[in-house]
């Protein structure tokens, strides 16, 4: 089955830290960006960071630059968010996104595009 999945979710306060991990099966990552996304509750999806194929180019949304760092290990086949000082605001399904035609500035801007692949998410709870 051809899917990436995301793990490293969880519960932690304000400050705290997480890392999030998406692992690819069925398909090799090494040809692909990937986007790391967030939806809270009753808000638009948004693009949080993405890493281009070779992990030589990012892109951060500005409310998280200086606290997540993108980064991925082909020889893993997985990408992650290292998330740091987290806040409340922070709080929200975090999803990564696979695809082999994109640009990580594009990828990152645009989140309800349908990527080649979508994992199914993980939640993220900050509290204070």
């Known amino acids: 089955q051809l899917q990436v999945v995301e793990s490293g979710g969880g519960l932690v306060q304000s400050g705290g830290s997480l890392r999030l991990s998406c692992t690819a099966s069925?398909?090799?990552?090494?040809?692909?960006?990937i986007g790391w996304f967030r939806q809270a509750p009753g808000k638009e999806r948004e693009g949080v960071s993405c890493i281009s194929e070779m992990g030589d180019r990012t892109a951060y949304a500005d409310s998280v630059k200086g606290r997540f760092t993108v980064s991925r290990d082909n020889a893993k086949n997985s990408a992650y968010l290292e998330m740091n000082n987290l806040t409340p605001e922070d709080t929200a399904i975090y999803y990564c996104?696979?695809?082999?035609?994109?640009?990580?500035?594009?990828?990152?801007?645009?989140?309800?595009?349908?990527?080649?692949?979508w994992g199914q998410g993980t939640q993220v709870t900050v509290s204070s």
């Open positions: 996104a696979a695809d082999a035609s994109v640009l990580v500035d594009y990828m990152c801007a645009v989140a309800n595009f349908r990527y080649d692949y």
């Open positions: 069925g398909f090799t990552l090494d040809n692909y960006a």
